[in-house]
């Protein structure tokens, strides 16, 4: 008896010390794989089922199972799913107190999402966790896609999806190949089960400005076809025909009622000269005076309110915003209609039939042979522009039973030109002096408009000196004068007396000189570990203007030289001239496609130490 | 049928304009709305205010906030009820986008039961008002409701009411019904301001304004036969608050400190008259005594730890040492006892210090003091960051430090691992105190002004030396020294030194157990401790580069050599070195033969004053202090240097000093350069003085100096 105890005796504790030292092992390994993370995920498990439920119908079902381990002490993380009006999650096991609460995100006001989660303690390193839960999709058309990266490393991740026999779904696979992915299919029972098998996988970046999740990461797109459902086939989104006459169907029950709207659209267009001058009245009444309030709540995230109630209640969201400007623009006698899209930060067009593909809403108006695109949403853009998050996209305009596909056009750089001109000399105290004048049109126009309209009154003055001093407490900035802040100007100005502190440093009888206050993209490098794009909000086109009186009883003794780079993704020009009175500094920056590709970053961190000695570079005056 | 409208009209106007009940307790909706939306006081529905106000973002036409307090006298139950009304003119965008979302909760504040009626409304430039309907309010997380406000338009006037009524019978003797603490003045300027406290005789009334605070109205009012007492604010014409630095609104402006007490003594079916109900502007000595006479009583249960104590001193051979070095040891070994000797582990686990054992220290403290047979004082503060001493008027409002009469005065105050011996924190200097004193079983309480520490005592001495390498793309090497004394230490030490070690030489020290020392722990825990260890030692090296990016605000990439060692001693010889090695790029540039060095820099950011800044409130800061840099820079072979007198300053007036010097002695470049505010609070007058040393020590940071080629 006791010889047989005691090898099981040993087996165990071998098996157990072995285990252990495996998950410490493991963990190390983790760790170097994922130095900025507290917690991975050794294996994960998505199981995607379709059955039949007698009450819901067609249901998807979700089943998650986590293995995770600490790779620090005392790690806290949270364990979470979300669900909406249009799923449930009917297991959670995260083995902690869970809690259950709607979901905040930035920028909506309400969304139906709804958030279980459970703050989960691991005290030890190497410490494992296992959980799982279920996610049920009651309608299938919200079953968009599944991503292989998720909010914590991975090393093991396994995605399994079976189709049967009885739904037609195609599997759209975006970036795929960028990592440590394969996949397999094989025959099921009446069905066909698809295995998206992943090692390896980072957490979602944290790197600021990189470009939308379905651009960079791995995942899987759902096209459900059609399904059967108590013995009858049905379809959902076989093409881009099904999906734009679901969004019809939910428009034709809008109920609006444009009478409420009669009188201030007459009172708007009474006096324009042209239909154009009539357009833009409309317009910019809605972009100054309905606000935009961002509602995803179940079929309200793809139905819009009705014109009357936004109208009186003064918001709504995209989709709401898009339908007013329809009606009003309807009722001033245009052919104006609902437009559906996707941003910049999606990577899809309506190639692909699915609720994934669209995240706004404009209003097209007919004009001509073409349309043009109105976006209130967008607060003081001008009407011959686009904002650089839909242009270049897919649109879908509404055409009656039909529909058509358009792309907005693409602007070039210039439209957002920003230029600074000073004109100063050397003054009392070695102070430079002079007076500053930064013009401006497009987006850069737009977001300045945007940036002085929601700051406090009181505040204005300050913040407008502060744009103008660039933030330098030795700038001075008095007597300043706006010109352009409205809607139907193409530029805008901003213009006031500009006086520089420590700017001149004087040394025996020479007088060191430093012109540019602004030094744009001084200090500008990226990260060397940057693995995304980084994208900016709008394209740039900036350029200075420095002119100094070159100040008397001295003469010009040593001028820096210039500067310039070009690349597809961006140029910097920057050199000083004389002309025996003047020195005349002129620097531009242009970044043409508003991003800088990772490719280049080495050659945008080095052009930018460049740079910056550049900036350091004085001109120099000895006195005479 | 014209008729009947008519009627309808005529009898929803007489019960909107009747007479409202005399309790909050018997309001209907319908009254809280005749109260605040129907109302003719001026308060409640005035529409003019001053033109200049025009400037600012929004105006609050109304601020009215009401408490009343009673006690049903049916069924013995506190009814607890408040009402808030705010009338907010929206003057830009800014105020329609911030004002344009409404949060609420439904729930009762108080109590198990109750009523709360909220009534939001916009009001048209034009006097017309419409209602927003709470139907289309969404649900936040916590079950909070958030509205958008529909409508809202440059001009509007924002209108609403929050009613709460709460009655409980969970309100027992000593429960607080209604504590509010807040600013008068706000980012918007106010109209009409008022605060009432309305209660009847079953309650303790704690009030005041503040020091610079409005009149408190006391009046007597007859409500249902019944007297109730009123304390009220009412003013109008309030300005806005203006952000400056330096400012605390609990010592400079006006606010509203209140407290409402259910009081046992007013319980018993006989009623106390009128004269009995306290109604109270500062705290009373009596209070004091109540509460901090017992920290005259032996706590028998402390004999243990200072048997153990004397036993330490025994076996330390240290029984013999003076009456001064005693204590100090006792401080320490009680601490340790109760803090320190667990620290580790209770930071491994999350579990940090308490409240308690601060307390249980003290408690320990005092009875020490008794068995040395030393003196001491108890000192009943306030901690200045929540208003002036003189406006304490709860005794739950102060705190205590622990006045030790030697030859030199010694102040205990709860300690942390990390305070030192002999200190008094800087919340409470300058206090104007009250002193609980023993003789015998006799207990006194009297007044005394503790000291304000000198700026020399609080001093931040700065030493480096920085060597230019002109043949290594102009690299700076800089070797810094940091000396930190008096309250300038405060925080840090936890932040910036490896604590493990200074846990574990007290515990070798004291002979205790060495939780979590690698030499001492068990093998199988080893992983996670050496794990623990590294996270520790790498939050202080990550700490450590943050303290040097800040003090130089400069971008400092590595740090090559960080240290930070507390040193203890006597009051005046603790210290907190900081040492740390670093290179820096940028800030040499070549310009023909010569080079530009930014010297200025290193000496770190300074307070930056305003340039047009019109002081409003008093400066109001921690501590006097001083702060002095010595930097040695060697100046390369065959260059001079240019550019000296830049950095020259002396400017002293009452309120610091900023002096700066630059000589060259044996081809090193010496830079000293010093800056003392001399005390921790100036009248807002004397900001002009300080601006004039405050704005060339700004300066001082953007000067360079030329290395000319010889």
């Known amino acids: 008896m006791m010889n047989k105890v005691f090898p099981i005796f040993l087996l165990f504790f071998f098996s157990h010390s072995s285990l252990a030292q495996d998950r410490f092992s493991i963990a190390k390994e983790a760790s170097n794989l994922f130095p900025d993370d507290e917690v991975a995920i050794l294996e994960s498990s998505i199981n995607i089922e379709f059955k039949e439920d007698r009450s819901k119908g067609k249901i998807a079902v979700v089943r998650y199972d986590d293995e995770y381990i600490a790779l620090q002490n005392k790690v806290k993380f949270y364990y979470t799913k979300f669900y909406d009006g249009e799923s449930e999650i009917t297991a959670f096991q995260s083995g902690a107190p869970a809690d259950d609460d709607y979901y905040n995100s930035d920028g909506i006001f309400h969304s139906d999402v709804r958030v279980i989660y459970s703050a989960i303690n691991l005290r030890d390193f190497a410490q494992i966790h296992e959980t799982y839960s279920i996610k049920e999709y009651h309608d299938l058309r919200y079953l968009t896609s599944i991503y292989l990266t998720q909010p914590y490393p991975c090393l093991k991740r396994k995605i399994r999806i079976v189709i049967p026999e009885d739904m037609k779904v195609n599997l759209l696979q975006f970036n795929l190949e960028e990592f440590d992915i394969s996949s397999k299919t094989e025959d099921g029972k009446k069905s066909v089960i698809y295995t998206y098998s992943g090692t390896n996988l980072e957490s979602f970046t944290n790197e600021k400005d990189a470009p939308g999740n379905s651009y960079i990461y791995p995942h899987i797109l759902f096209n459900i076809e059609s399904y059967s459902e108590s013995g009858k086939q049905k379809t959902l989104f076989s093409s881009t025909d099904d999906l734009y006459g679901w969004y019809s169907s939910l428009v034709d029950k809008i109920g609006n009622n444009k009478e409420p709207l009669r009188k201030q659209v007459e009172k708007l267009t009474a006096e324009a000269q042209s239909d154009k001058e009539k357009v833009e009245s409309i317009f910019y009444w809605v972009q100054n005076n309905i606000r935009y309030i961002a509602f995803e709540d179940g079929i309200a995230g793809f139905k819009p309110e009705n014109c009357q109630n936004v109208y009186k209640k003064k918001y709504g969201d995209c989709k709401g915003m898009a339908n007013l400007m329809k009606q009003m623009l309807i009722i001033a006698g245009f052919d104006a209609r609902l437009t559906w899209m996707g941003t910049k930060s999606l990577a899809?067009?309506?190639?692909?039939?699915?609720?994934?593909?669209?995240?706004?809403?404009?209003?097209?108006?007919?004009w001509e042979d073409d349309f043009i695109y109105l976006d209130a949403t967008e607060e003081f853009i001008n009407i011959d522009s686009y904002a650089e998050r839909i242009q270049g996209q897919a649109v879908l305009i509404e055409d009656g039973t039909?529909?058509?596909?358009?792309?907005?056009?693409?602007?070039?750089?210039?439209?957002?030109?920003?230029?600074?001109?000073?004109?100063?000399?050397?003054?009392?105290?070695?102070?430079?002096?002079?007076?500053?004048?930064?013009?401006?049109?497009?987006?850069?126009?737009?977001?300045?408009?945007?940036?002085?309209?929601?700051?406090?009154?009181?505040?204005?003055?300050?913040?407008?000196?502060?744009?103008?001093?660039?933030?330098?407490?030795?700038?001075?900035?008095?007597?300043?004068?706006?010109?352009?802040?409205?809607?139907?100007?193409?530029?805008?100005?901003?213009?006031?007396?500009?006086?520089?502190?420590?700017?001149?440093?004087?040394?025996?009888?020479?007088?060191?000189?430093?012109?540019?206050?602004?030094?744009?993209?001084?200090?500008?490098?990226?990260?060397?570990?940057?693995?995304?794009?980084?994208?900016?909000?709008?394209?740039?086109?900036?350029?200075?203007?420095?002119?100094?009186?070159?100040?008397?009883?001295?003469?010009?003794?040593?001028?820096?030289?210039?500067?310039?780079f070009q690349n597809e993704d961006f140029k910097f020009n920057g050199k000083y001239k004389e002309d025996g009175q003047t020195i005349e500094y002129n620097f531009s920056v242009e970044i043409p496609d508003a991003k800088i590709s990772v490719d280049n970053i080495n050659s945008w961190n080095d052009f930018n130490s460049k740079l910056d000695e550049f900036y350091e570079q004085p001109l120099i005056f000895k006195q005479q | 049928?014209?008729?009947?409208?008519?009627?309808?009209?005529?009898?929803?106007?007489?019960?909107?304009?009747?007479?409202?009940?005399?309790?909050?307790?018997?309001?209907?909706?319908?009254?809280?709305?005749?109260?605040?939306?129907?109302?003719?006081?001026?308060?409640?529905?005035?529409?003019?205010?001053?033109?200049?106000?025009?400037?600012?973002?929004?105006?609050?036409?109304?601020?009215?906030?009401?408490?009343?307090?009673?006690?049903?006298?049916?069924?013995?139950?506190?009814?607890?009820?408040?009402?808030?009304?705010?009338?907010?003119?929206?003057?830009?965008?800014?105020?329609?986008?911030?004002?344009?979302?409404?949060?609420?909760?439904?729930?009762?504040?108080?109590?198990?039961?109750?009523?709360?009626?909220?009534?939001?409304?916009?009001?048209?430039?034009?006097?017309?008002?419409?209602?927003?309907?709470?139907?289309?309010?969404?649900?936040?997380?916590?079950?909070?409701?958030?509205?958008?406000?529909?409508?809202?338009?440059?001009?509007?006037?924002?209108?609403?009411?929050?009613?709460?009524?709460?009655?409980?019978?969970?309100?027992?003797?000593?429960?607080?019904?209604?504590?509010?603490?807040?600013?008068?003045?706000?980012?918007?300027?106010?109209?009409?301001?008022?605060?009432?406290?309305?209660?009847?005789?079953?309650?303790?009334?704690?009030?005041?304004?503040?020091?610079?605070?409005?009149?408190?109205?006391?009046?007597?009012?007859?409500?249902?036969?019944?007297?109730?007492?009123?304390?009220?604010?009412k003013e109008s014409d309030i300005p806005a608050i203006e952000s400056q630095i330096w400012q605390n609104p609990y010592l400079s402006a006006p606010y509203i400190k209140n407290y409402l007490k259910y009081s046992y003594k007013n319980m018993s079916y006989e009623k106390p008259s009128d004269t009995n109900i306290l109604r109270k502007t500062s705290l009373e000595e009596e209070e004091i005594e109540d509460t901090y006479t017992r920290f005259y009583f032996p706590d028998a249960a402390a004999r243990n730890e200072y048997n153990a104590f004397k036993k330490f001193l025994s076996k330390n051979n240290k029984e013999n040492i003076s009456k001064e070095r005693k204590l100090e040891e006792y401080f320490k070994f009680i601490r340790h006892k109760f803090m320190n000797m667990h620290y580790v582990h209770d930071q491994f686990h999350n579990e940090g210090f308490r409240e308690e054992k601060m307390e249980l220290i003290m408690g320990h403290i005092r009875y020490g003091l008794q068995a040395m047979d030393i003196p001491y004082e108890i000192l009943v503060v306030a901690n200045k960051d929540i208003g002036h001493y003189e406006d304490m008027i709860n005794v739950g409002e102060t705190d205590y430090v622990i006045k030790i009469n030697m030859k030199n005065d010694v102040y205990l105050y709860k300690p942390d691992p990390f305070t030192l011996f002999n200190h008094l924190p800087y919340r409470v200097e300058g206090a104007n105190a009250f002193v609980v004193d023993a003789e015998g079983n006799d207990i006194n309480v009297s007044r005394f002004q503790i000291p304000i520490s000198k700026p020399e005592n609080n001093k931040m001495n700065h030493v480096s030396t920085i060597d230019l390498d002109l043949d290594n793309h102009e690299k700076i090497s800089v070797n810094t020294n940091i000396k930190l004394t008096g309250h300038q230490i405060e925080n840090y030490p936890e932040r910036l030194c490896n604590w493990q070690k200074m846990i574990w030489d007290e515990n070798k020290k004291y002979g205790t157990k060495l939780w979590g020392h690698p030499d001492e722990y068990k093998r199988g825990d080893q992983i996670k401790f050496q794990q623990y260890q590294k996270d520790v030692k790498k939050d202080i090296k990550e700490r450590l580069k943050k303290y040097a990016n800040n003090h130089y605000d400069l971008e400092i990439k590595e740090l090559k050599k960080a240290s930070a060692k507390l040193k203890s001693g006597s009051k005046e010889s603790q210290v907190l070195e900081i040492q740390f090695d670093f290179d820096l790029e940028n800030m040499v540039k070549k310009v023909g033969p010569n080079y530009i060095v930014k010297i200025g820099q290193m000496v770190g950011g300074q307070v930056t004053p305003d340039h047009?800044?019109?002081?409003?409130?008093?400066?109001?800061?921690?501590?006097?202090?001083?702060?002095?840099?010595?930097?040695?820079?060697?100046?390369?072979?065959?260059?001079?240097?240019?550019?000296?007198?830049?950095?020259?300053?002396?400017?002293?007036?009452?309120?610091?000093?900023?002096?700066?010097?630059?000589?060259?002695?044996?081809?090193?470049?010496?830079?000293?350069?010093?800056?003392?505010?001399?005390?921790?609070?100036?009248?807002?007058?004397?900001?002009?003085?300080?601006?004039?040393?405050?704005?060339?020590?700004?300066?001082?940071?953007?000067?360079?100096?030329?290395?000319?080629?010889?």
């Open chain 1, 348 to 366: 899809y067009d309506y190639t692909t039939p699915s609720l994934a593909v669209d995240n706004h809403m404009i209003c097209a108006l007919k």
């Open chain 2, 1 to 233: 049928m014209r008729f009947i409208g008519l009627l309808i009209f005529t009898l929803c106007s007489i019960q909107l304009v009747g007479q409202l009940p005399d309790f909050y307790s018997d309001y209907t909706e319908r009254d809280v709305k005749k109260k605040t939306w129907f109302s003719e006081e001026a308060v409640h529905n005035e529409i003019e205010y001053p033109d200049e106000w025009n400037k600012y973002s929004a105006i609050f036409l109304t601020y009215h906030v009401s408490h009343e307090a009673i006690e049903d006298n049916k069924i013995y139950t506190a009814i607890v009820s408040s009402l808030t009304h705010i009338r907010v003119k929206l003057l830009d965008d800014a105020a329609v986008s911030k004002f344009s979302e409404f949060y609420y909760k439904m729930e009762p504040g108080i109590g198990n039961f109750g009523d709360k009626y909220i009534g939001i409304r916009v009001v048209k430039p034009n006097g017309s008002a419409t209602k927003v309907s709470k139907s289309e309010a969404v649900e936040e997380e916590d079950g909070k409701m958030k509205l958008a406000i529909p409508d809202l338009e440059i001009g509007d006037i924002l209108d609403y009411y929050i009613f709460d009524k709460s009655p409980s019978s969970g309100i027992t003797n000593g429960t607080y019904v209604a504590a509010d603490r807040f600013p008068v003045q706000d980012e918007y300027p106010i109209k009409n301001f008022e605060y009432i406290v309305t209660c009847d005789n079953n309650w303790e009334v704690q009030f005041t304004t503040g020091k610079n605070g409005y009149k408190i109205n006391e009046s007597i009012v007859k409500e249902r036969g019944k007297k109730m007492l009123r304390f009220s604010v």
């Open chain 1, 402 to 564: 039909k529909y058509i596909l358009k792309t907005i056009p693409i602007s070039s750089h210039e439209k957002n030109k920003r230029t600074y001109e000073l004109n100063l000399e050397v003054g009392a105290e070695n102070k430079l002096e002079g007076n500053v004048e930064v013009k401006f049109s497009g987006e850069a126009k737009t977001s300045l408009m945007q940036y002085v309209k929601y700051t406090e009154s009181n505040k204005k003055e300050e913040a407008i000196a502060d744009f103008l001093s660039y933030g330098d407490n030795n700038i001075k900035i008095t007597d300043i004068e706006e010109a352009g802040f409205d809607h139907k100007s193409t530029q805008g100005s901003l213009k006031g007396s500009i006086e520089m502190d420590e700017y001149v440093s004087e040394f025996g009888k020479e007088l060191y000189v430093y012109l540019d206050p602004y030094k744009l993209y001084e200090q500008s490098e990226f990260r060397k570990e940057r693995k995304f794009d980084y994208w900016m909000s709008y394209k740039k086109f900036e350029t200075i203007t420095v002119k100094l009186k070159i100040p008397s009883g001295f003469t010009l003794s040593s001028i820096p030289e210039p500067i310039s």
């Open chain 2, 612 to 710: 047009d800044e019109k002081r409003i409130y008093p400066i109001c800061m921690d501590y006097p202090r001083m702060y002095n840099y010595q930097i040695e820079f060697k100046i390369p072979d065959g260059y001079e240097v240019d550019g000296l007198e830049e950095l020259n300053n002396d400017i002293d007036n009452e309120t610091g000093h900023f002096k700066s010097s630059a000589k060259v002695e044996e081809n090193i470049l010496k830079i000293s350069f010093e800056k003392m505010y001399k005390h921790n609070y100036e009248p807002t007058e004397n900001w002009e003085k300080m601006k004039a040393f405050l704005t060339p020590a700004t300066k001082f940071n953007s000067k360079e100096i030329m290395l000319r080629k010889k």
